[in-house]
């Protein structure tokens, strides 16, 4: 990386005792754990290739993300080029004048044939750089080693000045690599991650590394996560700290993207490893890897004793209320919502809200219910906790193996002690409504909905003002918007006659069913009026009630489930 500022970063790749006629250099298209074709090869350029005396050697692009190259049997073959990194997310590299990032499938290309070999890295930062944080294993300064290229690929990288704390879990060192200024305080932030952990480690019963590293990017606006085989990479807004509604979300970050310690790096679906890095990975089970990880993550932080009881309570109901309001979710299973991700999840338009939903979201309510029907089933004796550590020895320890749908059920009956075939059919490969008051009644909960005696309508469209237009964003299924046939991208120019611009809510915010408005148009540049007749507002707000006189045993279940001791 001699030049940051240009955002390239130069690549130079070695593979010896091939002595083939010809070996293929293919660079992945998509990163594990985000499930898009990214087309990574599209930022390489200058890709030439030498033999161990210099010589050139030959070489073509022979589809969109392969190199061949024309080795004539050598020994040692070298392949140099660069790739172009300006895009800081957690799923791709990025390079400027401050830091670089690497994210292995977006940087390294493999030699096909020879995925399984042992390697060394080495990294020559610019010169103003002076530390490298990453899950590899260092030899000496800036050299690392990999057994193969799935964990180089899985290995990202972080290069600069960034500031390093630390602290030890069950005597493994984690490392916290922090780019970019943020007010968080660190001595609090160490205590609390490490809370995390150790709250995840009881859940599963071990740590199955002995070194892991957090990079973290404070960013001006940021925010998300990847996981990694002993490493993790998120992202966030640097001023996030100072509040407590983005602390503890930056907790449950950690929690979450800590948890796919577990699920997903080692306990995994079958589908999900060994990669194909050329192509989509399909699965229906991303619920489970993803969902169920997003049951746990709130749950660590609430369990650790960094988030308040109501809360938590408050972020459940509010997950069920994000679930009901889409109206995807009567459209689309989770099943398979997990299965079309490369397609919908991350790719979405103007109609995903209708039409698809959410296999984190929802797939973390149905964590609930099977956590509810488990612990309801054994009378607190087990939950879902204890399926996670039976699958993670059977399928990881002792099988060293992915898991199958089926596989998965199976576990969760073993758990309950009872079929569960009617919940899979209903709610994973289904669109049923479950009876939420069945579950949440084990922990003596009562589900209510705040909107039960709204009366009031709902226009049922969103917009946005920009360069003094307003303009229609997103229509939701069945609203009333959606009836009268409004569309996106129209231009609102008037409401019964009187115009309106970026204070709409003083038109629409206050109609009743039964309501008639007059909704003045601009469709690619003819001017129509629209009627429209304003629907009920249907969208639920839930929260929970504790019922007046639970029994000791939901009472139990309660304390259990949230981790509150010597109740």
Request: hydrophobic share 35%; net charge negative.
């Amino acid at each position: 990386m001699p030049e940051p500022h240009t955002h390239y970063f130069e690549v130079s790749a070695t593979l010896e005792g091939a002595r083939k006629k010809y070996i293929d250099f293919t660079m992945p298209v998509w990163a594990p754990g985000s499930y898009l074709v990214r087309e990574f090869a599209k930022n390489v350029e200058g890709f030439n290739a030498t033999d161990g005396a210099g010589k050139a050697l030959r070489s073509e692009k022979i589809d969109k993300n392969t190199w061949r190259v024309y080795s004539n049997r050598a020994s040692e073959v070298t392949v140099n080029y660069k790739v172009y990194a300006y895009e800081l997310s957690v799923r791709t590299s990025y390079l400027d004048a401050t830091h670089g990032y690497v994210n292995g499938t977006s940087m390294f290309m493999y030699p096909e044939g020879y995925e399984k070999q042992a390697g060394t890295l080495t990294v020559v930062p610019h010169k103003s750089f002076g530390k490298v944080a990453t899950g590899l294993k260092q030899v000496s300064k800036f050299t690392y080693t990999f057994p193969n290229y799935d964990v180089l690929a899985d290995s990202p990288l972080e290069i600069g000045n960034h500031e390093v704390y630390t602290f030890e879990v069950n005597g493994v060192p984690h490392e916290v690599a922090m780019y970019g200024d943020g007010n968080y305080e660190p001595e609090r932030l160490m205590k609390d991650m490490k809370r995390v952990v150790e709250e995840s480690v009881a859940i599963m019963g071990e740590l199955p590394i002995d070194r892991y590293v957090f990079i973290v990017h404070n960013l001006q606006r940021g925010g998300g996560g990847l996981e990694h085989l002993n490493s993790t990479t998120l992202q966030t807004s640097r001023f996030n700290y100072g509040t407590e509604s983005g602390y503890t979300g930056f907790l449950s970050l950690v929690a979450h993207e800590y948890f796919h310690l577990w699920n997903v790096k080692r306990l995994r679906p079958a589908p999900l490893g060994p990669f194909n890095y050329n192509e989509e990975n399909y699965t229906r089970l991303l619920w489970v890897s993803e969902g169920i990880t997003s049951y746990y993550d709130d749950l660590i932080v609430r369990r650790a004793g960094l988030m308040p009881e109501q809360r938590y309570l408050d972020v459940v109901a509010g997950s069920i209320s994000n679930v009901e309001n889409t109206p995807g979710n009567k459209v689309q299973s989770v099943s398979e919502s997990s299965f079309d991700a490369w397609i919908k999840y991350y790719r979405q338009n103007e109609n995903s809200n209708n039409a698809e939903v959410s296999y984190y979201t929802k797939g973390g309510v149905l964590g609930q219910l099977l956590n509810m029907e488990i612990m309801k089933s054994t009378n607190g004796a087990k939950s879902l906790d204890d399926v996670m550590r039976s699958m993670y020895n059977r399928y990881y320890k002792q099988l060293d193996r992915g898991f199958t749908e089926k596989e998965f059920q199976a576990a969760i009956e073993q758990a309950a002690g009872h079929s569960m075939d009617a919940f899979f059919r209903d709610y994973v490969h289904g669109t049923s409504t479950p009876d939420y008051n069945k579950y949440f009644n084990a922990a003596g909960l009562r589900l209510v909905n705040l909107n039960e005696q709204n009366v009031s309508g709902s226009w049922g469209a969103t917009t946005s003002f920009n360069d003094g237009r307003l303009t229609i964003t997103g229509v939701t299924r069945g609203s009333s918007a959606y009836e009268a046939g409004l569309n996106v991208k129209d231009e609102v120019i008037a409401i019964n006659g009187y115009r309106v611009g970026n204070d709409i809510d003083r038109y629409v915010g206050g109609v009743q069913p039964g309501d008639e408005l007059e909704v003045l148009i601009s469709r690619d540049g003819i001017l129509q009026i629209v009627p429209v007749k304003v629907l009920k507002d249907t969208r639920v707000r839930y929260k929970f009630e504790k019922i007046e006189k639970p029994t000791s045993a939901q009472l139990e279940i309660y304390n259990k489930w949230l981790g509150i001791k010597g109740a």
